[in-house]
């Protein structure tokens, strides 16, 4: 089973979601389909035009976001002077909000990978009533151990990367939080600095998640590098703004909500991420949940046993 055919938007706008902030949405597909929300990762990454083609074009109406500081949206985050303060996940469940009264749904299907699995659960925790349906690929829960793992756990299985990764640091900044710290440089008012540091992270990024060549070439951007390095850092270090207890993950302790949401979570077998056991957790805490392991593939969305996956997902879901 391979992606649907590439398609164009039918309608596109930028929506005001206060703050400054003007969010780009586009819909493409039946305009009278199932309604589905495609939710992109990073947090910062923006949503390409392949997330069009994860859900039958003639039976969803399927929807594309650019989170808050990033693709299409204003102001974008590799500016220094954007104000990240008023870039939450709490920020962005809202903006989701307004973009379903936007649109006239009632309902939708969220689709999302990495990040966008944490904001898609977080989001279905918090309005339940908005959320037909979940699928979820290389799923995360942005609790601080998932951080502390991808930061300075992964240091042992890549040693000379890390190396090179705490090296541009400070040396007094190299035994705390490590997205934190860097975090700081990107926010550093000498623009070399912020260069600096938006390289070295991206560096570390490509080392531990082996991606396809797209994915790479994004980080030779400078706007793209700088403007995904500063919002990843912002988010992992301030824990994911999911607030108090999510050294134990507030996802995973809230996942009983999730209660009567059918989902779909397609899993590599070799993702870093389940090191720590949050995506069986995951699916053992939430009864309405499939879990579908593929072997031999990472943290990714486009592999192929991965993509038969998701697509036969949202195949399903359409009859529904």
């Known amino acids: 089973m391979a992606l649907y055919p590439e398609i164009e938007p039918y309608d596109q706008g930028m929506l005001d979601v206060g703050d400054g902030n003007r969010v780009h949405w586009e819909v493409c597909g039946n305009p009278d389909g199932k309604p589905a929300l495609m939710l992109h990762g990073g947090p910062g990454s923006g949503c390409g035009p392949w997330f069009r083609r994860y859900c039958d074009p003639a039976k969803y109406r399927i929807v594309l976001l650019d989170q808050r500081g990033s693709g299409r949206s204003t102001p974008h985050a590799s500016d220094h002077g954007t104000d990240m303060s008023v870039n939450t996940t709490a920020h962005l469940i809202g903006d989701l909000e307004r973009l379903r009264r936007?649109?006239?749904?009632?309902?939708?299907?969220?689709?999302?990978?990495?990040?966008?699995?944490?904001?898609?659960?977080?989001?279905?925790?918090?309005?339940?009533?908005?959320?037909?349906?979940?699928?979820?690929?290389?799923?995360?829960?942005?609790?601080?151990?998932?951080?502390?793992?991808?930061?300075?756990?992964?240091?042992?299985?890549?040693?000379?990367?890390?190396?090179?990764?705490?090296?541009?640091?400070?040396?007094?900044?190299?035994?705390?939080?490590?997205?934190?710290?860097?975090?700081?440089?990107?926010?550093?008012?000498?623009?070399?600095?912020?260069?600096?540091?938006?390289?070295?992270?991206?560096?570390?990024?490509?080392?531990?998640?082996?991606?396809?060549?797209?994915?790479?070439?994004?980080?030779?951007?400078?706007?793209?590098?700088?403007?995904?390095?500063?919002?990843?850092?912002h988010y992992f270090g301030n824990d994911h703004f999911l607030g108090e207890g999510n050294d134990e993950g507030v996802v995973l302790r809230d996942a009983p909500l999730l209660k009567g949401i059918p989902g779909t979570i397609v899993q590599g077998s070799l993702d870093f991420g389940n090191l720590l056991g949050v995506v069986w957790r995951l699916h053992r805490a939430w009864p309405d949940s499939e879990l579908i392991v593929v072997d031999d593939v990472g943290h990714t969305m486009g592999a192929t046993g991965v993509v038969d996956a998701l697509v036969a997902a949202t195949d399903t879901y359409a009859l529904r």
């Open 102 to 233: 936007h649109l006239g749904v009632e309902r939708w299907l969220v689709w999302g990978v990495s990040w966008g699995s944490v904001l898609g659960l977080r989001y279905a925790q918090t309005c339940p009533g908005a959320v037909s349906e979940l699928v979820l690929t290389a799923v995360a829960t942005g609790s601080n151990p998932e951080v502390a793992l991808l930061t300075r756990g992964l240091g042992k299985i890549f040693p000379e990367a890390f190396e090179r990764f705490l090296a541009g640091l400070p040396e007094d900044e190299r035994a705390g939080n490590l997205a934190a710290a860097y975090n700081r440089l990107l926010e550093s008012p000498d623009a070399e600095v912020r260069a600096r540091a938006a390289r070295a992270w991206t560096d570390w990024e490509t080392a531990i998640v082996p991606a396809p060549p797209r994915s790479v070439q994004r980080y030779e951007d400078a706007e793209f590098r700088t403007g995904f390095a500063r919002t990843v850092t």
